[in-house]
């Protein structure tokens, strides 16, 4: 199974822009990058996913490597509710195989 | 609109006790997942039914049973609890298990057992 390779924790401020980055080096070409988030006490929410190309939702921005060995989730302003774990996840083989690993956790000052 | 609503929230089991977790969700959706997370891990997924009518084995099965009930509901039973399997347990469906499908997470059940 391809892996990812996340920072364990990031730290960022309120209404500032927060990049979390993620590492697949050995990403197949079938690969799909997917964000998912968990919030304390909750369970994990999808965020974003995508393929080759940068994709934009109401919620972040995941910019994409042009070789796929790494991407980007931008969260363009955060809040405080950002504060959350965020797992970036590469899904070749269905829903059903998707790995979360110990993500990163993201802390959003005042 | 619930979404993935599991039951219960909390409870707490002797070593050797039996109890069925309940998961239902009302998007309609094809795929049921139940997953295990341990503290400070991901989560890794115990079961999952693709379909009405199908359940196969995740990553860590041993100790546990599902049963898909109909469309909505997909439960998971431990027929002899073991401190082992202390954990917050997950439920989530999807349209889907495709590559682009996205996962609804319910809020999860804490299980401690002594």
């Known amino acids: 199974d391809a892996k990812t390779t996340q920072p364990n924790s990031m730290e960022s401020n309120e209404e500032e822009p927060v990049h979390l980055p993620c590492n697949h080096s050995?990403?197949?070409?079938?690969?799909?990058i997917h964000w998912y988030r968990q919030l304390p006490s909750q369970g994990p929410e999808y965020v974003i996913h995508?393929?080759?190309s940068n994709v934009n939702n109401r919620m972040a921005s995941l910019a994409i490597a042009e070789d796929r060995k790494s991407s980007t989730l931008i969260l363009h302003r955060a809040t405080l509710r950002d504060a959350a774990v965020y797992y970036c996840i590469l899904n070749g083989e269905g829903a059903q195989k998707l790995v979360f690993g110990q993500g990163t956790r993201l802390t959003i000052n005042p | 609109n619930a979404g993935v609503t599991q039951t219960p929230k909390f409870q707490v089991l002797k070593t050797g006790q039996s109890m069925t977790l309940q998961c239902a969700q009302d998007m309609n959706h094809n795929s049921m997942y139940w997953y295990r997370q341990d503290p400070g891990m991901g989560l890794r997924l115990i079961y999952y039914s693709a379909s009405e009518g199908t359940t196969d084995k995740g990553e860590v099965p041993n100790g546990y049973n599902v049963s898909r009930l109909n469309k909505r509901e997909f439960s998971l039973r431990l027929e002899s609890a073991a401190p082992s399997q202390t954990s917050v347990y997950f439920c989530?469906?999807?349209?889907?298990?495709?590559?682009?499908?996205?996962?609804?997470f319910g809020e999860g059940s804490r299980l401690t057992v002594l």
């Open positions: 050995t990403i197949s070409g079938t690969d799909y």
């Open positions: 989530a469906s999807s349209r889907q298990p495709t590559l682009t499908g996205e996962l609804f």
């Open positions: 995508g393929l080759t």
